[in-house]
């Protein structure tokens, strides 16, 4: 196994226990400053996405997954990588949730992506895949390293990465 695959499947591990780990336990039972952090985090992404989306907490933590595992699923598993470290924990271990690295990366278009985006989302009220779209990814182009950004961004297909810049350039008042 190649030092690539192992180190992706460690990040999985601990993406998948943190997850469960925080099934058990609430933000003041865990003192410890990188779990606060995280929730603190992850929490002001949902509410960013719950104001972008005009949905609760647990519609906008069902498009966060979604449109994440998609995204992770169309890029390099170098970069795939890449992109989970820059996540915060607790959003990182839904990022890998379901992860398989060697069916990286998957080859698919613009209409592709939405199509699965429409169907991850076909049992949640009311969002549009062009609308979960947008938000993630003027989330991620807020929050996260330009320059992994654009990384990311160029490793997809051109209709998609366009979409991508489009809603980058409507950031400041779409999320």
Known sequence: MTATRL????????????IQWFRCMTMSDAGLAVFDKTLQTTQHWLDE???ALGESRQVAWKV???????????LPLDLAAHLGAMLPLL??????????????PFKGGFDAFVDEVAQGLARTRGVAPHDAMRAVFALLS???DRGQVDKVQHALPADLRQFWLNARAGSSSAV
């Open 49 to 51: 996405l719950c104001s």
């Open 7 to 18: 180190a992706a499947r460690r990040l999985i591990g601990m993406g998948l226990a943190a």
């Open 142 to 144: 807020a929050h996260l």
């Open 91 to 104: 959003v990182r271990g839904a990022y890998y949730d379901q992860f398989v690295p060697n069916r990286l």
């Open 64 to 74: 966060l997954s979604v449109v994440l595992h998609i995204l992770r699923d169309r």
